[in-house]
């Protein structure tokens, strides 16, 4: 199958020579012969000449936000309206907010505050694409938040920091997700420290990177996401 990856962001430069870009994490979290993969670069005005050209699409994170006044963010989101029902999409992060936005939800910088860490989500409501876990523990990192659903848009995991924190758009073949399957944990602790003193207190980032002493679901929700695409773009 072929997989285009709309790149909307790059992991800060002190990390990216060790980690790669984000890209190359989902080729990782996948397998690099999966798919036919494609990246373009949304921010430099990349595109497929034609949304058929591909079955599916993953649209990445970005330390945007979906209301900051970009250039490319509202192309992008008028891609993803055009692209809505016609191929397999999943949004991740920054991805999750802007498809949320896109379909006529709200995004907003929380009050609560950045979401770092492994952070665990309850399953709400189970997809075919899903197995029968009851939550799911994935590296989180974000303060920015859906508040208000689009239509069409149903809950499928979530916890109390992050209510909208997984949807399914089941007839536009979407499903995204606030959390990041493509962190591994060594990356995202590279993450923290990067932000430590700036974004995030010696106590928050201390407490954040404890997290991940624990086990995580990043395996389960990529395989509960390529099922996903097999079902759905074939």
Do not use: N
């Amino acid at each position: 199958m072929r997989l285009a990856i709309l790149e909307t962001g790059q992991p800060p430069a002190e990390v990216i020579e060790r980690f790669g870009d984000y890209p190359s994490m989902f080729r990782t979290l996948f397998g690099r012969e999966a798919y036919a993969y494609q990246t373009f670069d949304v921010a430099a005005g990349q595109y497929p000449e034609q949304i058929a050209d591909f079955p599916a699409y993953v649209i990445t994170g970005s330390s945007a936000g979906v209301y900051d006044p970009l250039p490319w963010i509202a192309p992008l989101m008028d891609f993803l309206r055009q692209a809505k029902g016609q191929a397999a999409m999943v949004g991740v992060c920054f991805g999750h907010q802007v498809m949320a936005e896109a379909f006529g939800g709200k995004v907003i910088k929380s009050p609560k505050g950045w979401g770092v860490g492994l952070h665990s989500y309850d399953v709400r409501e189970g997809r075919p694409w899903m197995d029968a876990a009851p939550r799911i523990a994935v590296p989180a990192s974000h303060q920015d938040q859906v508040v208000d659903l689009p239509p069409g848009a149903r809950v499928v995991a979530s916890s109390d920091f992050t209510p909208f924190g997984m949807l399914a758009y089941d007839e536009a073949k979407a499903v995204s997700i606030q959390l990041h399957p493509e962190f591994q944990p060594d990356y995202a602790k590279a993450l923290i420290e990067t932000r430590r003193g700036t974004r995030y207190t010696d106590e928050q980032a201390d407490a954040a990177i404890a997290t991940y002493d624990a086990p995580d679901d990043r395996a389960r929700l990529g395989a509960w996401i390529q099922d996903f695409l097999k079902r759905t773009a074939g």
